[in-house]
């Protein structure tokens, strides 16, 4: 499965960006997906998660009633709508996709997109 991830760009906090995730296979409908980011000089973070079927999600608390995650499957298409961003939002962000057991654990990822850079200005 190859994930590639868009949608990121340079932004006023307080602003909005809507990043998307397209599949190569189908079978990635099978599987939860998630986005993580990393900021720069620092470590890659969980942000969001969504179940196989778009019924549960799961979300950072830093990130929490600001981000929804989302996921169309008859696109093959994951979805992070970002609003009231923040300059420590500014980060790569990644979309993952596998079957997991815990969202939040980017090791139990195996398929990776490439990343979209997200920098929100003050």
């Known amino acids: 499965v190859q994930l590639q991830a868009s949608g990121g760009g340079l932004v006023q906090a307080g602003g909005s960006l809507r990043l998307s995730c397209a599949a190569s296979?189908?079978?990635?409908?099978?599987?939860?997906m998630g986005w993580f980011r990393q900021p720069p000089g620092k470590e890659r973070d969980f942000v969001a998660a969504v179940s196989w079927n778009g019924r549960a999600t799961y979300y950072a608390d830093s990130v929490k009633g600001r981000f929804t995650i989302s996921r169309d499957n008859a696109k093959n298409t994951l979805y992070l709508q970002i609003n009231s961003l923040k300059p420590e939002d500014t980060a790569v962000y990644y979309c993952?996709?596998?079957?997991?057991?815990?969202?939040?654990?980017?090791?139990?990822?195996?398929?990776w997109g490439q990343g979209t850079q997200v920098t929100v200005s003050s």
């Open positions: 296979e189908r079978t990635v409908s099978s599987y939860a």
């Open positions: 993952a996709a596998d079957r997991i057991h815990s969202a939040w654990d980017s090791s139990e990822y195996a398929y």
